[in-house]
Protein backbone atom coordinates (compact mmCIF):
# COMPACT_ATOMS: atom_id res chain seq x y z
CA UNK A 1 0.00 0.00 0.00
CA UNK A 2 1.41 3.28 -1.55
CA UNK A 3 -1.15 5.76 0.33
CA UNK A 4 -4.32 5.76 2.36
CA UNK A 5 -6.85 7.63 1.99
CA UNK A 6 -10.22 5.50 0.82
CA UNK A 7 -10.83 1.62 0.76
CA UNK A 8 -9.57 1.72 -2.53
CA UNK A 9 -5.96 2.04 -1.51
CA UNK A 10 -6.12 -1.66 -0.23
CA UNK A 11 -6.71 -3.40 -3.14
CA UNK A 12 -5.57 -2.10 -6.92
CA UNK A 13 -8.63 -5.18 -7.61
CA UNK A 14 -11.70 -2.78 -5.73
CA UNK A 15 -14.09 -2.37 -8.41
CA UNK A 16 -12.77 -4.44 -10.83
CA UNK A 17 -13.40 -8.13 -11.90
CA UNK A 18 -11.07 -10.49 -10.22
CA UNK A 19 -7.65 -12.10 -11.55
CA UNK A 20 -5.47 -14.65 -10.53
CA UNK A 21 -4.22 -14.30 -7.21
CA UNK A 22 -5.89 -10.90 -6.43
CA UNK A 23 -7.88 -10.51 -3.39
CA UNK A 24 -11.68 -9.32 -2.95
CA UNK A 25 -12.36 -5.99 -0.83
CA UNK A 26 -13.48 -7.95 1.44
CA UNK A 27 -10.49 -10.28 2.47
CA UNK A 28 -8.37 -7.25 2.01
CA UNK A 29 -10.47 -5.71 4.74
CA UNK A 30 -10.32 -8.41 7.30
CA UNK A 31 -6.32 -8.48 6.28
CA UNK A 32 -6.18 -4.70 7.51
CA UNK A 33 -8.77 -5.77 10.25
CA UNK A 34 -6.60 -9.28 11.42
CA UNK A 35 -3.38 -6.79 11.66
CA UNK A 36 -4.81 -4.24 13.43
CA UNK A 37 -6.03 -6.72 15.93
CA UNK A 38 -2.65 -7.85 16.16
CA UNK A 39 -1.43 -4.63 17.12
CA UNK A 40 -4.17 -4.43 19.83
CA UNK A 41 -2.44 -7.64 21.51
CA UNK A 42 0.60 -7.07 20.81
CA UNK A 43 1.42 -3.28 20.47
CA UNK A 44 4.76 -3.26 20.83
CA UNK A 45 5.83 -6.40 18.65
CA UNK A 46 6.91 -3.83 15.43
CA UNK A 47 8.56 -1.51 18.16
CA UNK A 48 11.62 -1.40 15.52
CA UNK A 49 9.69 -1.61 12.44
CA UNK A 50 9.55 2.72 11.81
CA UNK A 51 13.25 3.48 13.59
CA UNK A 52 14.62 6.05 11.90
CA UNK A 53 11.50 7.30 10.65
CA UNK A 54 9.45 10.41 10.48
CA UNK A 55 5.87 10.77 10.29
CA UNK A 56 4.69 14.82 9.69
CA UNK A 57 0.74 14.73 10.51
CA UNK A 58 -0.61 18.21 9.36
CA UNK A 59 -3.66 19.51 10.53
CA UNK A 60 -5.77 21.66 8.89
CA UNK A 61 -8.70 21.60 11.21
CA UNK A 62 -8.97 20.21 15.05
CA UNK A 63 -9.12 16.79 16.20
CA UNK A 64 -8.74 14.59 19.44
CA UNK A 65 -8.91 11.13 18.49
CA UNK A 66 -7.64 11.28 15.14
CA UNK A 67 -4.04 13.20 16.54
CA UNK A 68 -3.66 11.42 19.59
CA UNK A 69 -4.19 7.85 17.83
CA UNK A 70 -2.22 8.33 15.22
CA UNK A 71 0.99 9.66 17.24
CA UNK A 72 0.57 7.01 19.63
CA UNK A 73 0.12 4.34 16.91
CA UNK A 74 3.90 5.90 15.42
CA UNK A 75 5.07 5.39 19.07
CA UNK A 76 4.57 1.94 18.91
CA UNK A 77 6.51 1.46 15.64
CA UNK A 78 9.24 3.36 17.06
CA UNK A 79 8.47 6.52 14.59
CA UNK A 80 8.72 9.57 15.65
CA UNK A 81 5.67 11.66 14.96
CA UNK A 82 5.64 15.54 14.39
CA UNK A 83 2.02 17.34 14.25
CA UNK A 84 2.05 20.69 12.44
CA UNK A 85 -1.17 22.64 12.97
CA UNK A 86 -1.10 24.07 9.87
CA UNK A 87 -4.77 25.52 10.00
CA UNK A 88 -3.34 27.79 12.75
CA UNK A 89 -0.29 28.34 12.76
CA UNK A 90 0.89 27.68 9.38
CA UNK A 91 1.43 30.02 6.33
CA UNK A 92 -1.80 29.89 4.99
CA UNK A 93 -1.81 27.21 1.58
CA UNK A 94 -3.13 27.66 -2.40
CA UNK A 95 -3.78 24.83 -4.20
CA UNK A 96 -5.30 25.86 -7.49
CA UNK A 97 -2.74 24.98 -10.06
CA UNK A 98 -1.68 28.46 -11.77
CA UNK A 99 -3.15 30.51 -8.75
CA UNK A 100 -2.24 34.51 -8.92
CA UNK A 101 -1.15 34.50 -5.21
CA UNK A 102 -2.59 38.02 -4.71
CA UNK A 103 -4.78 36.88 -2.08
CA UNK A 104 -4.84 35.42 1.23
CA UNK A 105 -2.54 32.48 0.57
CA UNK A 106 1.12 33.06 1.46
CA UNK A 107 2.88 29.50 0.17
CA UNK A 108 1.61 26.95 -2.69
CA UNK A 109 1.40 23.15 -2.13
CA UNK A 110 3.69 22.72 -4.99
CA UNK A 111 6.66 25.00 -2.90
CA UNK A 112 5.30 23.28 0.85
CA UNK A 113 4.58 19.52 0.00
CA UNK A 114 8.18 18.52 -1.46
CA UNK A 115 9.86 20.22 2.04
CA UNK A 116 7.80 18.20 4.16
CA UNK A 117 8.78 15.17 1.47
CA UNK A 118 12.01 16.13 2.64
CA UNK A 119 11.46 16.02 6.58
CA UNK A 120 9.23 13.26 6.14
CA UNK A 121 8.83 9.36 5.36
CA UNK A 122 4.97 9.86 5.55
CA UNK A 123 2.90 12.55 5.30
CA UNK A 124 -0.65 12.31 7.28
CA UNK A 125 -3.26 15.37 6.53
CA UNK A 126 -6.27 16.24 8.11
CA UNK A 127 -8.47 18.66 5.97
CA UNK A 128 -12.49 18.92 6.28
CA UNK A 129 -14.63 20.51 3.03
CA UNK A 130 -16.05 23.90 2.84
CA UNK A 131 -19.38 22.63 2.47
CA UNK A 132 -19.70 25.86 0.40
CA UNK A 133 -19.16 24.01 -3.36
CA UNK A 134 -19.82 20.54 -3.84
CA UNK A 135 -17.89 20.01 -6.93
CA UNK A 136 -14.97 21.60 -5.19
CA UNK A 137 -14.79 19.23 -2.07
CA UNK A 138 -15.51 16.73 -4.10
CA UNK A 139 -12.33 16.78 -5.86
CA UNK A 140 -10.68 15.82 -3.09
CA UNK A 141 -8.01 18.53 -4.17
CA UNK A 142 -5.99 19.35 -1.32
CA UNK A 143 -5.22 15.70 -0.46
CA UNK A 144 -4.68 15.00 -4.35
CA UNK A 145 -1.84 18.32 -4.71
CA UNK A 146 -0.22 16.64 -1.49
CA UNK A 147 -0.25 12.93 -2.87
CA UNK A 148 0.93 15.15 -6.32
CA UNK A 149 3.81 17.17 -4.98
CA UNK A 150 5.30 15.24 -1.84
CA UNK A 151 7.36 12.26 -3.39
CA UNK A 152 6.31 10.20 -0.11
CA UNK A 153 3.21 8.10 1.03
CA UNK A 154 0.39 10.20 2.28
CA UNK A 155 -2.25 9.23 5.20
CA UNK A 156 -5.35 10.94 5.27
CA UNK A 157 -6.57 11.98 8.56
CA UNK A 158 -10.08 12.67 7.11
CA UNK A 159 -10.42 14.16 4.07
CA UNK A 160 -13.26 16.70 2.41
CA UNK A 161 -15.34 13.67 1.79
CA UNK A 162 -14.20 10.66 3.61
CA UNK A 163 -12.55 9.05 6.58
CA UNK A 164 -10.71 5.85 6.03
CA UNK A 165 -9.00 5.55 9.30
CA UNK A 166 -12.31 6.07 11.01
CA UNK A 167 -14.14 3.39 8.68
CA UNK A 168 -11.40 0.85 9.53
CA UNK A 169 -12.11 1.32 13.08
CA UNK A 170 -15.34 0.79 12.60
CA UNK A 171 -15.03 -2.84 11.24
CA UNK A 172 -12.56 -3.65 13.85
CA UNK A 173 -15.02 -2.83 16.28
CA UNK A 174 -17.49 -4.71 14.49
CA UNK A 175 -15.27 -7.25 14.30
CA UNK A 176 -14.40 -7.65 17.59
CA UNK A 177 -17.76 -7.49 18.71
CA UNK A 178 -18.88 -10.84 16.20
CA UNK A 179 -16.01 -12.75 17.41
CA UNK A 180 -17.31 -12.55 21.07
CA UNK A 181 -19.79 -15.25 21.81
CA UNK A 182 -23.60 -15.00 21.40
CA UNK A 183 -26.13 -15.88 24.66
CA UNK A 184 -28.30 -18.17 21.99
CA UNK A 185 -24.82 -19.35 20.19
CA UNK A 186 -26.51 -18.48 17.87
CA UNK A 187 -25.31 -16.13 14.81
CA UNK A 188 -26.61 -14.42 11.61
CA UNK A 189 -24.97 -14.78 8.43
CA UNK A 190 -24.89 -11.26 8.00
CA UNK A 191 -25.61 -9.02 10.75
CA UNK A 192 -27.96 -5.71 10.47
CA UNK A 193 -26.10 -3.14 10.37
CA UNK A 194 -27.52 0.29 10.00
CA UNK A 195 -26.54 3.91 9.84
CA UNK A 196 -28.64 6.82 10.87
CA UNK A 197 -28.62 10.09 10.68
CA UNK A 198 -28.90 12.65 13.35
CA UNK A 199 -30.08 15.97 14.02
CA UNK A 200 -26.98 18.39 14.62
CA UNK A 201 -27.07 22.00 15.39
CA UNK A 202 -24.34 22.73 12.59
CA UNK A 203 -24.22 21.78 8.91
CA UNK A 204 -21.15 18.95 9.31
CA UNK A 205 -19.47 17.10 6.57
CA UNK A 206 -20.78 13.90 4.76
CA UNK A 207 -17.05 12.13 5.58
CA UNK A 208 -18.01 10.06 8.31
CA UNK A 209 -21.29 8.30 6.94
CA UNK A 210 -19.42 8.16 2.92
CA UNK A 211 -16.27 6.63 4.17
CA UNK A 212 -19.00 4.13 6.27
CA UNK A 213 -20.90 3.12 3.50
CA UNK A 214 -17.86 3.00 1.44
CA UNK A 215 -16.28 0.72 3.40
CA UNK A 216 -19.32 -1.81 4.18
CA UNK A 217 -20.29 -1.88 1.15
CA UNK A 218 -16.64 -3.00 -0.37
CA UNK A 219 -16.73 -5.14 3.11
CA UNK A 220 -19.92 -7.08 1.93
CA UNK A 221 -20.25 -9.25 4.48
CA UNK A 222 -23.54 -7.24 6.08
CA UNK A 223 -26.94 -6.48 5.32
CA UNK A 224 -26.55 -2.74 5.33
CA UNK A 225 -29.87 -0.21 5.61
CA UNK A 226 -28.84 3.44 5.29
CA UNK A 227 -31.96 6.03 7.23
CA UNK A 228 -31.93 9.36 6.62
CA UNK A 229 -35.21 12.29 6.40
CA UNK A 230 -36.10 13.49 3.04
CA UNK A 231 -33.60 15.36 1.17
CA UNK A 232 -30.70 13.72 2.80
CA UNK A 233 -29.60 11.64 0.29
CA UNK A 234 -25.86 10.37 -0.01
CA UNK A 235 -23.61 10.56 -3.21
CA UNK A 236 -24.60 7.14 -4.52
CA UNK A 237 -20.79 6.69 -4.90
CA UNK A 238 -20.59 5.51 -1.88
CA UNK A 239 -24.32 4.16 -0.91
CA UNK A 240 -25.06 2.12 -3.88
CA UNK A 241 -25.39 -1.75 -2.37
CA UNK A 242 -27.28 -0.18 0.51
CA UNK A 243 -31.04 -0.24 1.19
CA UNK A 244 -32.17 3.27 1.55
CA UNK A 245 -34.79 4.18 3.53
CA UNK A 246 -36.55 7.55 5.37
CA UNK A 247 -38.72 5.42 7.63
CA UNK A 248 -36.13 5.05 10.61
CA UNK A 249 -38.44 2.86 12.68
CA UNK A 250 -38.65 0.57 9.75
CA UNK A 251 -34.70 0.52 9.66
CA UNK A 252 -33.91 -0.19 13.02
CA UNK A 253 -36.16 -3.59 13.09
CA UNK A 254 -33.38 -6.26 13.96
CA UNK A 255 -30.67 -4.02 13.60
CA UNK A 256 -27.58 -5.81 15.24
CA UNK A 257 -25.44 -2.31 14.46
CA UNK A 258 -26.53 1.25 14.64
CA UNK A 259 -23.84 3.92 13.51
CA UNK A 260 -25.35 7.04 14.63
CA UNK A 261 -23.84 10.44 12.65
CA UNK A 262 -25.32 13.54 11.36
CA UNK A 263 -24.12 14.44 7.77
CA UNK A 264 -25.61 17.76 6.21
CA UNK A 265 -27.34 18.03 2.45
CA UNK A 266 -25.16 16.46 -0.45
CA UNK A 267 -27.87 17.71 -3.37
CA UNK A 268 -28.44 21.19 -2.07
CA UNK A 269 -25.00 21.01 -0.80
CA UNK A 270 -23.92 21.77 3.02
CA UNK A 271 -27.16 22.91 4.32
CA UNK A 272 -29.54 22.04 7.17
CA UNK A 273 -33.05 21.44 6.21
CA UNK A 274 -34.54 19.77 9.37
CA UNK A 275 -33.39 19.44 12.95
CA UNK A 276 -36.52 16.98 13.60
CA UNK A 277 -35.28 15.91 17.40
CA UNK A 278 -37.51 12.38 16.55
CA UNK A 279 -34.37 11.26 15.04
CA UNK A 280 -32.26 11.46 17.78
CA UNK A 281 -32.01 8.22 19.23
CA UNK A 282 -33.24 6.97 22.39
CA UNK A 283 -34.04 4.01 24.23
CA UNK A 284 -37.61 3.15 23.20
CA UNK A 285 -36.50 3.37 18.98
CA UNK A 286 -33.38 1.43 20.24
CA UNK A 287 -35.86 -1.40 21.47
CA UNK A 288 -36.50 -2.07 17.62
CA UNK A 289 -33.40 -3.45 17.20
CA UNK A 290 -31.82 -6.74 18.13
CA UNK A 291 -30.25 -5.22 21.00
CA UNK A 292 -28.20 -3.45 19.03
CA UNK A 293 -24.87 -2.05 19.61
CA UNK A 294 -24.74 2.02 19.39
CA UNK A 295 -21.97 3.55 17.34
CA UNK A 296 -20.60 7.04 16.98
CA UNK A 297 -17.14 8.37 15.58
CA UNK A 298 -17.57 10.85 18.08
CA UNK A 299 -16.86 13.92 19.12
CA UNK A 300 -20.73 13.59 20.06
CA UNK A 301 -23.44 16.81 20.42
CA UNK A 302 -25.27 14.88 23.61
CA UNK A 303 -29.34 15.01 23.59
CA UNK A 304 -28.77 16.84 19.99
CA UNK A 305 -27.31 13.93 18.06
CA UNK A 306 -27.32 10.72 20.77
CA UNK A 307 -29.33 10.77 24.41
CA UNK A 308 -27.74 10.13 27.21
CA UNK A 309 -29.56 7.51 28.16
CA UNK A 310 -28.14 5.46 24.70
CA UNK A 311 -24.35 7.05 25.13
CA UNK A 312 -25.03 6.13 29.08
CA UNK A 313 -26.67 2.45 28.89
CA UNK A 314 -24.91 -0.77 28.20
CA UNK A 315 -25.58 -0.68 24.03
CA UNK A 316 -22.94 2.09 23.94
CA UNK A 317 -19.22 0.62 21.79
CA UNK A 318 -18.25 4.45 21.20
CA UNK A 319 -15.56 4.20 23.74
CA UNK A 320 -14.47 1.08 22.66
CA UNK A 321 -14.58 2.13 19.29
CA UNK A 322 -12.88 5.59 19.78
CA UNK A 323 -9.92 3.23 21.40
CA UNK A 324 -9.29 1.57 18.73
CA UNK A 325 -8.57 4.30 16.49
CA UNK A 326 -4.76 3.39 17.62
CA UNK A 327 -5.05 -0.09 16.01
CA UNK A 328 -6.27 0.94 12.90
CA UNK A 329 -3.42 3.94 12.65
CA UNK A 330 -0.87 1.50 13.39
CA UNK A 331 -1.94 -1.29 11.10
CA UNK A 332 -2.40 1.14 8.26
CA UNK A 333 1.80 2.87 9.19
CA UNK A 334 2.93 -0.45 9.67
CA UNK A 335 1.10 -1.64 6.04
CA UNK A 336 3.20 1.58 4.45
CA UNK A 337 6.77 1.20 6.42
CA UNK A 338 6.48 -2.37 5.03
CA UNK A 339 5.29 -1.70 1.83
CA UNK A 340 7.17 2.05 1.11
CA UNK A 341 10.77 0.28 2.87
N1 LIG B 1 -13.65 10.79 15.11
C1 LIG B 1 -12.69 11.72 14.93
O1 LIG B 1 -12.12 11.85 13.82
O2 LIG B 1 -12.39 12.42 16.04
P1 LIG B 1 -11.47 13.74 16.10
O3 LIG B 1 -12.15 14.77 15.22
O4 LIG B 1 -11.40 14.13 17.53
O5 LIG B 1 -10.13 13.38 15.51
Not at 84 to 101: D, P, Y
Not at 194 to 214: D, E, G, I, M, R
Not at 268 to 290: F, Q, V
Request: charged content about 20%; aromatic content about 10%.
Amino acid sequence: MRNFTSVNDLSPSFGGSLKGNERSSGEAIDTLVQTALACKANPFADKTLGTNKRIGCLFLNPSMRTRLSTQIAAQNLGMEAIIFNVGSEGWALEFEEEAIMSGNTVEHVKDAAPIFGKYFDILAIRTFPSLKNREDDYSELYIKQFIKYAGIPVVSLESATLHPLQSLTDIITISEELAKPTPSGDRKAKPKIVLTWAPHVKPLPQCVANSFSQWINAWGKADFVITHPEDYELSEEFTKGATITHNQEEALQGADYVYVKNWSTYNDYGKIYTNNPKWMLKEKRWSLTNNAKVMHCLPVRRNVELSDEILDGPMSIVTQQAGNRVWAAQAVLSEILRSNG
